[in-house]
């Protein structure tokens, strides 16, 4: 079974950075792009960046370009997120998910991590 | 952006009835449109990609259709777990955008 599972989510005071990782199984990491999402509380979800299987193209959502920075290290199957600049509108569940092959939809999800902004 | 706009935004119905949620596209795109479902405190769950096709493990109730602006998730007959709230997603252009969310409550 796919299993996606993200971690460093936290309390971060405006203009705070925090680094968000996730650590993925039971597939071939190397094999697939990979996407971060948020879903701020009692709200709908964002597609905020993704990553291909190399890392060499990277795309980012207006709402974060300049501030966050997606990686990938597939030696160790994992996914990350530096969030720099942080405001209180990036408060929200910060989701991992698997690109699905060929197209640009999540066909697997981590059970998401939760960043605050607040001071 | 394409904006995606989701009706209606709360569906209230009984186990057993039939569902229908749409999703319109501010653009067309084409038949690149996906639907997820959430459960509460859960993630998303994909569950039709391209418009009409039922992802890996997704039960024959859900089914899609539609292109270029105007989509459907019909789900023939709810069971207690479908009660849940359904996002469309498109990726026909940059940035990849979802609709804000249908609720289908009891």
């Known amino acids: 079974q796919v299993q996606l599972m993200e971690s460093g989510g936290g309390l971060v005071k405006p203009g705070g950075s925090l680094r968000l990782s996730c650590t993925t199984s039971?597939?071939?990491?190397?094999?697939?792009?990979m996407s971060w999402l948020r879903q701020a509380p009692g709200k709908g979800l964002e597609w905020i960046s993704y990553?291909?299987?190399?890392?060499?193209?990277?795309h980012y959502a207006d709402s974060v370009e300049g501030r966050f920075i997606i990686s990938r290290d597939n030696a160790k199957n994992s996914l990350y997120l530096q969030m720099d600049s942080l405001r209180a509108e990036d408060t929200a569940v910060y989701y991992c998910?698997?690109?699905?092959?060929?197209?640009?939809?999540?066909?697997?999800w981590g059970l998401g991590t939760l960043v605050t902004v607040s001071s | 952006e394409t904006v995606l706009t989701q009706s209606p935004v709360t569906l209230s119905l009984s186990p057993g009835e039939r569902a229908t949620l749409s999703c319109r596209a501010s653009?067309?795109?084409?038949?690149?449109l996906a639907w997820y479902q959430q459960r509460p405190g859960q993630a998303p769950r994909l569950l039709i990609y391209?418009?009409?096709n039922r992802a890996t493990g997704i039960p024959a109730r859900f089914s899609g259709s539609g292109s270029g602006t105007d989509f459907t998730l019909t789900i023939t007959s709810l069971e207690p777990e479908d009660f849940a709230v359904y996002y469309c997603?498109?990726?026909?252009?940059?940035?990849?955008?979802f609709g804000g969310g249908t609720k289908v409550e009891i």
């Open positions: 998910a698997r690109v699905k092959s060929g197209a640009y939809y999540f066909d697997f």
């Open positions: 039971q597939f071939t990491f190397s094999d697939y792009f």
């Open positions: 990553i291909s299987r190399g890392g060499n193209t990277i």
């Open positions: 653009q067309s795109v084409r038949n690149y």
């Open positions: 391209d418009a009409s």
């Open positions: 997603q498109q990726r026909s252009d940059w940035p990849l955008t």
